[in-house]
């Protein structure tokens, strides 16, 4: 039987950044998840490309 990778999500850092921290990151990604993201880069002079859906 083949394995799938895991898909990391937020939560799973909840251990190492604690509760506070992950609902902070979640309540500030609300405001796109109407948005399709395409690439998000942690270098501040590059750019976030997005589109909305729908």
Do not use: Q
């Not at 909840?14 to 395409?38: L, Q």
Request: a positive charge; proline letters at 6%.
């Amino acid at each position: 039987m083949e394995r799938r990778p895991h898909l990391v999500k937020i939560e799973d850092y909840e251990p190492h950044i604690g509760a506070a921290s992950v609902e902070k990151i979640m309540r500030k990604a609300r405001r796109f998840r109407d948005y399709h993201i395409a690439h998000v880069n942690s270098w501040p002079k590059l750019k976030k490309v997005y589109t909305k859906v729908g």
